[in-house]
């Protein structure tokens, strides 16, 4: 994540993210937008409008893919990251002399920011797959995702959006802080269908990128899924660099029941998905829905956010890996890295 001296901050932190003073105005958003595109479309497409002010249903203007030429006399990286002992219980206490980052192998020049249990605002994707193959837990689904928006969202900071996904992905929620409006839209979701997860994610991360921010905040992808993608137009390493890209992290609730080859296969590809973008995977099973989510909702209130100015970053679009060092027998869960912008 990279910012200029006086106007702009690009987050390199697990759903760290703020938009330039710049910025051209958010994309309209309507329901039931269709994202069924290539990957082209997804990693730059916009819905536009008719002259007449109606939405063009499923028609896309392609954006340029390049990065951004920004001209940085300072640069500074944001990260969030959390800790854990040997009990996988949070650890909230330490101080900036407890870490050491490694930015593509050098020490920061200097620290510029440290806090703890960081109280940024969200931006959250609630995707649910909707496909076919999910049908025996589609409605415990819906109605954990309902109470864990219930839960999390703080109406004077927060937005949340809602998004279902089949062999297509739709935006059936707008960004919003009202947990009604939400809820409802979750209730709306039908099931059926194949299922294109990686089309969701990046689907998903697009419409996060465009809501207008003049804060740093977190954004973050909660996707509840079996894992199993049957009908995307891009892969996995491709929805990993579009997250990162965008600066979200996904956290995947998997859905899976029972054990056997393509499950496995299905979670092992989860598991990278949320490991690379400083998310989580949390795997059901017999505990339900309501644990995995109440997991989330702790993680995300208890991060650390660490700003620093690296000792060499270029805006050249080059990929930063991130490691963090903390006390021993600790773990820090953290994103793999930025892309220099």
């Known amino acids: ?10 987050f390199a932190s697990a759903g760290l993210a703020q938009s330039s003073s710049d910025e051209t105005s958010s994309m309209p958003y309507s329901e039931d937008v269709n994202f069924s595109l290539g990957l082209s479309q997804l990693v730059g497409a916009e819905i536009f409008r008719s002259e007449g002010g109606a939405l063009a249903s499923g028609v896309v203007r392609p954006e340029p893919v390049s990065l951004p030429i920004i001209r940085a006399e300072a640069q500074e990286v944001n990260l969030t990251f959390t800790v854990t002992n040997h009990h996988g219980h949070f650890v909230r206490n330490l101080a900036p002399s407890d870490f050491t980052i490694h930015d593509n192998g050098e020490l920061p020049e200097r620290v510029t920011y440290f806090e703890s249990q960081s109280e940024l605002p969200l931006r959250l994707a609630i995707v649910i797959d909707s496909s076919a193959s999910v049908a025996y837990a589609f409605n415990d689904e819906k109605q954990s995702a309902a109470v864990f928006l219930k839960r999390i969202l703080r109406r004077d900071s927060d937005l949340a959006l809602v998004m279902g996904f089949n062999q297509e992905v739709r935006l059936v929620q707008e960004p919003a802080n009202d947990t009604r409006l939400l809820s409802h839209a ?3 979701l039908r099931s059926g269908g ?45 929805a990993e660099e579009v997250a990162q890209r ?42 339900g ?9 702790k993680e995300l209130r208890s991060q650390y956010l660490i700003s620093y100015k690296p000792a060499n970053v270029r805006p050249d679009g080059s990929f930063h890996r991130l490691v963090v060092f903390g006390p021993k027998k600790l773990q820090i869960h953290h994103r793999d890295g930025y892309f220099a912008r």
């Open 1 to 10: 994540m990279v910012k200029t001296i006086f106007t702009l901050l690009v």
């Open 186 to 188: 979750i209730r709306k």
């Open 194 to 238: 194949e299922t294109a997860i990686y089309d969701a994610v990046s689907a998903a991360c697009q419409q996060l990128a465009k809501v207008r921010d003049t804060q740093t905040v977190r954004r973050v992808i909660i996707l509840i899924t079996d894992g199993e993608d049957n009908s995307s137009h891009i892969d996995l390493e491709q």
């Open 246 to 287: 965008n600066e979200c992290a996904v956290y995947v609730v998997s859905i899976n029941v029972g054990i056997d080859r393509e499950l496995e296969r299905a979670d092992r590809a989860m598991k990278e998905l949320s490991e690379v973008t400083g998310g989580n995977f949390i795997r059901v099973g017999v505990v």
């Open 289 to 297: 829905l309501t644990t995995p989510f109440s997991n989330i909702d």
